[in-house]
């Protein structure tokens, strides 16, 4: 039998995921009883059709110390994320985001804060009910638990700074806020409700970076970045009178990094994999999503591990906070 309609209240929450230096982006959209959706793992909906999307999020990494000195290595970071996206049809949603990205040494040496490297993203859902189709404009509850996917493609513009130099006047890739060329992602996404209560999402992606000629003659490409996401979502509560509603998420990210290269040859202590536990909570209120999650190094095998502080898996805390509305 066929539900009843969902509410036409949509309360939006939109993953994001933001690596030291490097992002990709997808969404996620959920009603008081549709499919949840996850911290970082990018679930399988799409933006309703003419509707405007507003994003914020922060992930506050700092890393673990593994020596007494206070030296250059990585402190932590705070990397911001604005985003505004735009519901072309019911299948496809186009993004614009703006990172600012701050980096902090331990001894003050080369700290970095502003905007970086502006990114574009479309975004094409589909489902799967007896055969491939496009999203409709409205789904019924039993639609909502049909099969969802998404393909998604984006690329970054080099607006940021990617020539900052510290002090002594030297420039660390590491530390720029831009990567000089665009950056290449793409990605697919799978979602599905089940027992009417919970959400299974599995989210993989891919970003590419151009190499790139700093100003003080070095040539450098950040490593290619994969990616394998799952999460389970739970609806602990749902208040129709308030439009409120709570969920509790579980969420396992793999992450591949390849090596950086400068000069066209590999750079010791970077790149590795590494896989990381996310529990978290998201709220939805009327027409908002406030999302709150810790990333934690569940596995790492880093290519020199005792050299890499400051590397993704060797954060000490990750903070994730997510905030959005649709409009």
Known sequence: MIRKALSAIVLLALPF?????????????????????????????????????????????????????????????????????????????????APFYTKKTEDNSFNTSGFADL??????????????RLIPPKESL?????????LYGGLTLP??????RNQDGAIDPGMSLGFGKPSYSGGFTATNQFLSRW???????FIRFSEYKYDDGQRVRFGDEARANTALAVRLLTAEKSE??????????YLKLGRDEAEGVGEEATGGSMLHAVPG????????SVGLGVKLPAWTDLNE????????????????FTFSVLL
């Open 119 to 132: 990114s574009a993203m479309g975004v094409f859902g589909f489902k799967y009910d007896g055969g491939l």
């Open 199 to 205: 959400t299974w999402v599995f989210d993989a992606s």
């Open 17 to 97: 995921t933001a690596a030291a230096h490097h992002g990709v982006a997808s969404l996620g959209v959920a009603g008081l009883e549709g499919p949840g959706a996850p911290i970082e793992t990018s679930s399988s909906a799409t933006l309703p059709q003419g509707k405007f999307l507003g994003y914020m999020k922060l992930d506050y990494p700092r890393f673990e110390k593994y020596t007494e000195e206070r030296d250059d290595e990585g402190d932590f970071n705070a990397f911001w994320m604005y985003g505004l996206g735009y519901g072309v049809t019911p299948s496809l949603s186009l993004y614009l985001f």
């Open 159 to 164: 607006t940021g700074d990617a020539n900052i």
């Open 244 to 253: 409120l509603r709570i969920d509790a998420n579980l969420e396992a990210n």
């Open 305 to 320: 591990e005792d050299d890499q502080q400051g590397a993704e898996g060797k954060e000490s805390v990750r903070a994730l």
């Open 281 to 288: 909570f998201r709220l939805y209120m009327k027409n908002t």
């Open 142 to 150: 039993d639609d909502m638990e049909d099969w969802h996917f998404t």
